[in-house]
């Protein structure tokens, strides 16, 4: 496995997500329009905030992975489950490169 590329990948993924996190942050805490008067209006704007922040907290948990799969990188132990030490495996970790656990530890 060529983990220069991995790395490469998992930064850019990284990069992209900090940077939806900061519009997306934008949106909700600087809004450059007033809250609409139209109670019916405040409502959309409320859902549509509620869906951003759903969002926003799936791209921080993302990046959380992402963090920690450069920092395994690092370690060395980037290829191996964080559960059972078992390999993860190439094809999971090209679907998935933030992962840390095999296919049987992934599972609910
Ligand atoms: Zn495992």
């Known amino acids: ?12 993924q990284k990069a992209e997500l900090e940077s939806r996190l900061q519009r997306t942050h934008k949106h ?7 809250v609409s008067a139209n109670f019916n209006e405040q409502i959309k704007e409320t859902e549509n ?9 799936e791209a921080n948990e993302e990046l959380n992975q992402i963090r ?3 920092q395994r990188i690092d370690e060395g132990d ?3 489950c964080a559960r ?9 970790l090209a679907a998935v490169p933030y992962t840390d656990r095999c296919i049987n530890c992934a599972k609910p």
């Open 28 to 34: 909700i805490y600087e809004k450059d329009q007033p």
């Open 68 to 70: 920690k799969a450069l």
């Open 84 to 92: 059972c030490g078992e390999a993860i495996g190439e094809q999971r």
């Open 78 to 80: 980037y290829l191996d």
């Open 1 to 12: 496995m060529d983990m220069k590329q991995i790395r490469q990948q998992l930064l850019e």
């Open 49 to 57: 905030d509620q869906l951003v922040m759903s969002l926003e907290a």
